[in-house]
């Protein structure tokens, strides 16, 4: 197992930066803070491979035995994200190549191409040193390979293995030409040896090219990941295996796919809004999280593995959190089933690039406000080991990798359409209105989802289309929004009318888009508005739910709801405002017959449902500067309470309630 029955708590650990004597204070800080796993030697290659082939161990044994006598749990990490020096001065053909053609130098992280043979190779040799050394350590519960997967190379060795992978999907040239549609701008290829990397090029570069080698590029990585991955298991199979991954819209890597390669699914997160739009985006990747963590290998748990104590990176700037937001944060996503919390890192740096990212200990020392807090949450992590089970949701929320890189291709007709700004859009609105729910990729079993949600799933193959027009025709509420079904799996429009696949199951069919600029909107008759998109929508079967006002689209749909078989479809054109939004996912989860979470908490309070046959538990947040009174019975786990109608969160605030539950009686009883 490679957790012990309490939630892990802790973060990255770099004693190579110290000296031997930190090491023994920082295990007494961790076992005050009541740490319980920490990630080892990220970034250590250079100190464990100081020479080709030359090992130093003595360091890491030293640390490794510590971690153990303080009763601390180690994830121990392959240092492959960056290569030594030496590394670098012996392969520079390893080292990555721009998309402008231009060769990086050493000096920073991930100085590699995840293609070089010369890189694989030397990641495999260190793998193995590692895990022939640790492999029967007791303090070993986690290998975590590599770190943070997503840097792109465009050299030759890259190049080289683009047209082996892309042999292997096509088989042949001229169905790779159909699936590019190079017959446009004169980019038929007659040979393999023509196809290279989409490096810049003068103008816009060929859609299907691009889409392709971002699919490659993850597979690549994937490759790299699998070899050490195996290396491990072959020596320590009795321990779970992962790596940490990293979330933007410029990470090449699709993370649903990856998830069945992972014995456990972890990912570091980051928000970048200082608002309230850290606590949006706290949720959404749990949700998402979550969601893959269905596909893993050996556990379908998940885990936080990397967070910032204390510090929001946002434009130009580190914000500092406001008390209390580090717990809340946490908790947020123990309750979307995180298996803890970890951060990065445990103490900050004195030195280096990251010098001023934020730490459990921060440069301050343990004397702070950020260590007491970290005490505090190690005591409330403590406290929530009996919680398991689902988390309460009958909404899914349809993500795809390959939407979202299709839609980053510069050629579209608006550079603000984003399947990822909109699966938040989508995601924030439901989060607002209380409502629970999971992320599912195409083709997964939608049992127990009473409404799907397609946030611009640009792209939508056959076989995702028959699985959405199923879902609705057997009784599923279907709401889909603008660029849904446009497109095939290769990024080729579908003819005869957007939304192209999805025509039918939703009962219109649209003629002609309005890109909307910076700052436009459209107005709607039910007195919302919408921005970023707007269409020409002919009703082919379906009703219309609210109309554009005003403008050259007055009168015209703008939303509309489609009855196909025993199910109903919501089609929406536009990006509508956040209230409206909130207003119309609210009316289609009640129209498939879907409560919120805790329908009387008021605004601000986040609530979550956790299930499991034995019990449930309700973690509630207060997000606001007020206190908050939430209907609710149970005993709070937190303040060890008995709750009998009501809690009352400070400002703030959070409870997580152990719910009463009817016994075989129809007596209540306390789960």
């Avoid at 001229?174 to 290829?189: G, K």
């Avoid at 129209?591 to 956790?610: F, L, Q, S, T």
């Amino acid at each position: 197992m490679w957790h012990d029955g309490r939630l892990c708590y802790g973060g990255d650990y770099n004693p190579e930066q110290w000296p031997a004597e930190v090491w023994a204070e920082d295990v007494a800080l961790m076992r005050r803070a009541r740490v319980t796993l920490v990630t080892v030697g990220v970034f250590a290659w250079s100190r464990l491979e100081p020479a080709p082939g030359q090992y130093c161990f003595d360091w890491l044994d030293q640390v490794l035995d510590l971690l153990h006598d303080g009763g601390i749990r180690v994830a121990l990490a392959t240092p492959t994200a960056s290569p030594p020096p030496w590394f670098s001065l012996a392969h520079p053909g390893a080292l990555p190549v721009t998309v402008d053609g231009v060769r990086l130098h050493h000096g920073s992280r991930d100085t590699y191409c995840a293609a070089a043979p010369a890189y694989r190779s030397a990641a495999r040799r260190v793998t193995a040193a590692l895990a022939d050394r640790y492999a029967r350590h007791p303090a070993v519960a986690l290998w975590r390979v590599h770190n943070e997967y997503g840097t792109t190379c465009h050299c030759e060795h890259t190049a080289r293995a683009f047209r082996r992978w892309l042999a292997g999907r096509y088989g042949d040239l001229d169905t790779l030409n159909d699936a590019w549609v190079t017959s446009f701008w004169s980019q038929h290829y007659s040979d393999w040896a023509q196809i290279s990397t989409p490096r810049a090029t003068q103008y816009l570069g060929n859609p299907g090219h691009l889409l392709d080698f971002r699919r490659f590029w993850s597979d690549t990585l994937l490759a790299a990941y699998a070899e050490q991955r195996d290396l491990l298991r072959a020596v320590a199979p009795q321990t779970p295996v992962t790596t940490n991954y990293v979330l933007g819209d410029w990470v090449p890597v699709d993370h649903a796919r990856w998830a069945r390669e992972v014995d456990l699914v972890a990912v570091d997160h980051y928000p970048s809004a200082v608002d309230g739009g850290a606590e949006e985006q706290t949720a959404l990747v749990g949700d998402l999280a979550r969601g893959w963590a269905r596909h893993a290998a050996a556990d379908p748990t998940w885990l936080l593995m990397e967070s910032a104590p204390q510090q929001i990176h946002t434009t130009g700037r580190a914000h500092t959190k406001e008390p209390g937001r580090m717990l809340r944060h946490s908790l947020a996503h123990v309750a979307r089933g995180s298996h803890g919390a970890m951060f990065f890192q445990w103490r900050a740096s004195a030195g280096g690039a990251e010098r001023f990212h934020s730490a459990l200990v921060p440069h301050a020392g343990p004397d702070s406000r950020v260590f007491r807090e970290a005490v505090e949450l190690g005591a409330v992590l403590e406290r929530l080991t009996e919680v398991r089970g689902r988390v309460e949701a009958s909404v899914a929320l349809a993500v795809d990798a390959s939407s979202a890189w299709a839609l980053r291709h510069p050629g579209l007709p608006s550079t603000r359409v984003d399947h990822h700004e909109e699966l938040a859009a989508a995601h924030r609105a439901l989060w607002h209105a209380g409502y629970g729910c999971d992320t599912v990729a195409p083709g997964e079993a939608l049992d127990g989802y009473r409404l799907l949600v397609l946030p611009a799933l640009y792209l939508t193959d056959d076989a995702t289309a028959e699985w959405i027009r199923a879902y609705v025709h057997r009784g599923g509420h279907l709401l889909a929004t603008y660029l849904s079904g446009t497109a095939d799996a290769h990024a080729r429009i579908r003819l005869g009318g957007y939304p192209g696949a999805l025509r039918d199951v939703l009962g219109v069919r649209v003629e002609e888009f309005h890109p909307l600029a910076d700052g436009d909107e459209v107005r709607l008759a039910d007195g919302g508005t919408g921005r970023i998109w707007a269409e020409t929508v002919h009703p082919t079967g379906a009703e219309t739910v609210t109309t554009y006002a005003g403008g050259v689209l007055d009168g015209s749909p703008a939303i509309t709801r489609h009855r196909h078989g025993t199910g109903t479809a919501w089609y929406v054109s536009t990006r509508p405002d956040d209230t409206t939004y909130r207003r119309l996912l609210d009316s289609a989860a009640r129209a498939a017959d879907i409560a919120p979470v805790c329908p009387d908490a008021p605004a601000g309070v986040e609530a979550v449902r956790r299930l499991h046959p034995g019990g449930s538990w309700l973690f509630l947040l207060n997000h606001t500067d007020r206190a908050r009174r939430v209907p609710a019975r149970g005993r709070d786990l937190l303040t060890d309470t008995e709750v009998d109608e009501a809690v009352t969160l400070p400002p703030g605030g959070v409870a997580v309630l152990r719910e009463r539950l009817p016994s075989a009686t129809g007596d209540e009883t306390t789960t």
